[in-house]
């Protein structure tokens, strides 16, 4: 299903393997310090471990609380996995950057002048429905109502990656929820100012949330060695609180949730 090497979408720093093959330098892999491995059934980072979960609750050497993820694992079963899949891939990618592709759903941002257009936006795609009622079931998300869905591929063979940052917290919530599909990885945590990263697992059909302190105090990113096999990333967003108490902006608000869940949606130009 993968078209593993074509056009390169890299700028600045970024890179990936086909831009490095033309020369090109390849960029820092921001990692930094100790690295520690999150546990999903005790909520903490512990050292040493690829695996802490599995050795849960017979943990070693002195760990660090880690809040704001939510793993749910198998969120989706094999057959559903196969025919989410055949569905993005009746749809073109756009180049990314970091040796990845993309399709966007959702509306067209410009984030340094806090300004977006809801015309391009048609919503939600069809595929996505039976996952968005299936999440109101989590407590976690009970009253989660995304309005962006963006599917990423990752491919070893193009060296993807993201580099660590905060997805943006003007106009994205509290909430970050991905469904993890094809292949297992980690998702890695950094703090400025703290010599420590924290992986926390990505399990193949996972559903994560990210959220509290995870969310708003750690930056994340996926190191291009953590992507050994194809990988789709399904991330859905919901609207920040300023769109709930800026008058200028509930409107907007209303309407992006209004059509999201139309659930009629084409994929966004770049």
């Known amino acids: 299903m993968i078209n593993n090497m074509e056009a390169c979408g890299c700028k600045g720093i970024r890179t990936c393997v086909i831009c490095e093959e033309e020369g090109k330098l390849p960029a820092g892999s921001g990692r930094k310090g100790e690295c520690m491995y999150y546990c999903e059934y005790c909520g903490k980072a512990w050292p040493g471990s690829r695996s802490?979960?599995?050795?849960?609750?017979d943990h070693q050497d002195n760990p660090?609380?880690?809040t704001g993820i939510k793993i749910i694992q198998n969120f989706v079963s094999e057959e559903e996995e196969r025919s989410i899949c055949e569905e993005i891939y009746k749809v073109p990618f756009a180049v990314s950057q970091s040796g990845r592709r993309k399709q966007d759903y959702g509306p067209k941002v410009n984030f340094k002048k806090k300004k977006l257009k809801c015309d391009v936006f048609t919503g939600l795609p069809n595929f996505s429905e039976p996952?968005?009622?299936?999440?109101?079931?989590?407590?976690?998300?009970?009253?989660?109502?995304?309005?962006?869905?963006?599917?990423?591929?990752y491919s070893p063979l193009r060296g993807s990656a993201i580099d660590p940052h905060f997805d943006d917290f003007w106009l994205w919530?509290?909430?970050?929820?991905?469904l993890n599909l094809l292949s297992d990885t980690f998702l890695y945590f950094i703090k400025d100012g703290e010599d420590v990263e924290v992986k926390v697992p990505l399990h193949q059909r996972s559903l994560i949330v990210v959220y509290g302190p995870a969310r708003h105090s750690w930056k994340h990113g996926i190191h291009r060695e953590d992507i050994t096999g194809d990988r789709i990333a399904i991330t859905l967003r919901e609207l920040s609180k300023e769109f709930q108490r800026d008058d200028k902006l509930i409107a907007v608000g209303q309407k992006l949730k209004d059509i999201a869940l139309t659930f009629q949606g084409q994929m966004v130009g770049s």
């Open 131 to 153: 996952l968005y009622q299936r999440m109101t079931e989590v407590a976690e998300l009970a009253d989660f109502t995304p309005v962006e869905l963006c599917n990423l591929e």
């Open 52 to 57: 802490p979960w599995k050795q849960h609750p």
């Open 64 to 66: 660090i609380d880690f």
């Open 173 to 178: 919530g509290e909430r970050l929820v991905t």
